[in-house]
């Protein structure tokens, strides 16, 4: 697609990635990033409330339960880490959601069980939180 | 059973809880309540008509038409004899309809709740109403058959409500109040205190699981049984760690050295469907919030917060509160 796109707007430049093309097959593992684009942000806030993370979290838009042992993530959309360690992109996010203690061993945070679809979902939700 | 969730609320999203719990009955005795309802509503929206009527021809009718409305007879028959007549049929009606609800042949299966701040002790009983199972904050009941619920309170004025299965009851310190409740069908019925009772009253709710006879009687002689003792090495700092920061004096565990009544009984808090009395569900995740810091879950209830308590010990706890089943 994006050679396509390359090839119509700048015919040598599209020609010089045809050629390099066979290259692509030698740079490393395949992407894995989970696509968020079949994933619900109110799914998200649904599951969130009750799967229970409202039990340590607090969320903007959740009046109650505003849990007090987890970190607030009212402001999470805009938070740079996890947990202050990990990167928070939506690859490691969906991972951490359902199994933190193998993030972050020694953390408080549960595995939380959880199907494809529903980590895809609270990580949409979590990503575009931000203050009221 | 749902607990009580924050979502924004719109008429759209109320409506979708159609028909409320109130005005769908499970069981013969909320059915009597739900009768009544629909037959008083039904009633106020006839005379709501009539007084829209007679309205209209005050305001609009013809000269005759308004010297009638203001005659003496329509003022007798519709001001006195037809109102005094009409409520005198439904205190005879109702009065009887709620006779049933009240009434105790004596050979139904006994159990008592009692109100606390913000919780609720459970206790089942054998015939002669000496205790034979102390639980708390849910109540499991045999499908089909009515069970008489006595009703007391340790501390102040609660109100056992369950919408589907019964009407209110009060709980009274000092005095022993007696509930029939009945399921048609074994599920999970909602319920919450209606009495105002302090700050975290509305965070006051419980649930009544109906099973098939033959399941209930499994469920009960399962309960009988001592705590399991095969736990996991975490689970077993957990029991340790229970006895040592000081879970055991308030909350009892039976078989061990827990034995604190001061709290919720713990024996098998594991297959509990709900957490801090019916308002969140029972996760590995709600049970580690609540243990840590239920004060900013359910403010102003009687179990202070352990913040104290590092990472490993919280697992180790939850670990140990999630395999009592």
Same mark, same amino acid.
Request: charged share 15%; glycine share 10%; aromatic share 6%.
């Given at each position: 697609?994006?050679?396509?796109?390359? +090839?119509?707007?700048?015919?040598?430049?599209?020609?010089?990635?045809?050629? %390099?093309?066979?290259?692509?097959? =030698?740079?490393?593992? &395949?992407?894995?990033?989970? %696509?968020?684009?079949? +994933?619900?942000?109110?799914?998200?806030?649904?599951?969130?409330?009750?799967?229970? =993370?409202? +039990?340590?979290?607090?969320?903007?838009?959740?009046?109650?339960?505003?849990?007090? *042992?987890? &970190?607030? *993530?009212?402001?999470?959309?805009?938070?740079?880490?996890?947990?202050?360690?990990?990167?928070?992109? &939506?690859?490691?996010?969906?991972?951490?959601?359902?199994?933190?203690?193998?993030?972050?061993?020694?953390? +408080?945070?549960?595995?939380?069980?959880? %199907?494809?679809?529903?980590?895809?979902?609270?990580?949409?939700?979590?990503?575009?939180?931000?203050?009221? | 059973?749902?607990?009580?969730?924050?979502?924004?609320?719109?008429?759209?999203?109320?409506? $979708?809880?159609?028909?409320?719990?109130?005005?769908?009955?499970?069981?013969?005795?909320?059915?009597?309540?739900?009768?009544?309802?629909?037959?008083?509503?039904? @009633?106020?929206?006839?005379?709501?008509?009539?007084?829209?009527?007679?309205?209209?021809?005050?305001?609009?009718?013809?000269?005759?038409?308004?010297?009638?409305?203001?005659?003496?007879?329509?003022?007798?028959?519709?001001?006195?004899?037809?109102?005094?007549?009409? /409520?005198?049929? @439904?205190?005879?009606?109702?009065? /009887?309809?709620? $006779?049933?609800l009240t009434t105790i042949q004596g050979d139904e299966l006994r159990m008592r709740v009692s109100g606390n701040l913000y919780w609720w002790r459970v206790s089942y009983l054998d015939a002669s109403g000496r205790?034979? !199972?102390?639980?708390?904050?849910?109540?499991? #009941?045999?499908?089909?058959?009515?069970?008489?619920?006595?009703?007391?309170?340790?501390?102040?004025?609660?109100?056992?409500?369950?919408?589907? /299965?019964?009407?209110?009851?009060?709980? #009274?310190?000092?005095?022993?109040?007696?509930?029939?409740?009945?399921?048609?069908?074994?599920?999970?019925?909602?319920?919450?205190?209606?009495?105002?009772?302090?700050?975290?009253?509305?965070?006051?709710?419980?649930?009544?699981?109906? !099973?098939?006879?033959?399941?209930?009687?499994?469920?009960?002689?399962?309960? /009988?049984?001592?705590?399991?003792?095969?736990?996991?090495?975490e689970a077993l700092r957990g029991k340790q760690l229970f006895n040592e920061v000081g879970c055991a004096a308030c909350h009892r565990v039976a078989g061990t050295d827990a034995q604190g009544i001061a709290g919720?009984?713990?024996? !098998?808090?594991?297959? $509990?469907?709900?957490?801090?009395?019916?308002? @969140?569900?029972?996760?590995?995740?709600?049970?580690?919030?609540?243990?840590?810091?239920?004060?900013?879950?359910?403010?102003?209830?009687?179990?202070?917060?352990?913040?104290?308590?590092?990472?490993?010990?919280?697992?180790?706890?939850?670990?140990?509160?999630?395999? @009592?089943?």
């Open positions: 697609m994006a050679i396509d796109f390359l +090839a119509r707007r700048a015919p040598g430049l599209g020609l010089t990635v045809l050629l %390099t093309v066979p290259l692509a097959a =030698c740079d490393g593992p &395949p992407d894995r990033t989970p %696509t968020l684009s079949d +994933a619900d942000v109110k799914r998200g806030r649904q599951l969130v409330n009750d799967k229970g =993370c409202v +039990a340590c979290h607090s969320f903007p838009d959740v009046q109650w339960p505003r849990g007090g *042992l987890g &970190p607030s *993530l009212e402001n999470f959309g805009r938070q740079g880490l996890i947990a202050g360690r990990l990167p928070n992109q &939506p690859g490691v996010l969906v991972q951490f959601v359902r199994d933190a203690p193998a993030h972050l061993p020694g953390t +408080a945070m549960p595995a939380i069980p959880m %199907t494809d679809q529903e980590a895809r979902d609270v990580t949409a939700y979590l990503l575009q939180l931000k203050p009221r | 059973m749902s607990p009580p969730t924050s979502s924004s609320s719109s008429l759209v999203e109320a409506l $979708r809880g159609w028909p409320p719990p109130v005005l769908d009955p499970a069981g013969p005795f909320s059915n009597t309540v739900s009768t009544l309802s629909w037959v008083l509503i039904g @009633l106020v929206t006839l005379i709501f008509i009539g007084v829209c009527a007679a309205m209209w021809v005050a305001l609009y009718g013809s000269a005759e038409l308004r010297a009638k409305l203001g005659g003496e007879r329509v003022v007798k028959w519709f001001g006195l004899i037809i109102p005094a007549g009409v /409520l005198l049929v @439904l205190l005879v009606w109702g009065l /009887l309809m709620v $006779r049933g205790e034979v !199972h102390a639980d708390a904050n849910e109540l499991h #009941i045999p499908a089909g058959r009515p069970v008489v619920v006595e009703m007391e309170s340790e501390d102040v004025i609660h109100s056992f409500w369950v919408p589907r /299965l019964g009407g209110k009851m009060d709980m #009274i310190p000092g005095r022993t109040n007696r509930l029939k409740l009945q399921a048609d069908e074994p599920g999970s019925y909602g319920g919450q205190c209606a009495e105002f009772c302090g700050g975290a009253h509305a965070l006051m709710g419980f649930v009544v699981v109906a !099973h098939a006879p033959a399941d209930w009687q499994r469920w009960m002689d399962n309960r /009988l049984k001592p705590p399991p003792t095969q736990l996991s090495v919720p009984d713990l024996t !098998h808090i594991g297959s $509990r469907q709900s957490l801090g009395a019916g308002i @969140l569900p029972n996760t590995r995740a709600t049970l580690t919030g609540w243990i840590a810091d239920s004060q900013a879950i359910k403010p102003n209830n009687r179990m202070p917060a352990y913040r104290s308590l590092t990472a490993d010990e919280l697992n180790a706890l939850a670990s140990y509160l999630e395999a @009592l089943k």
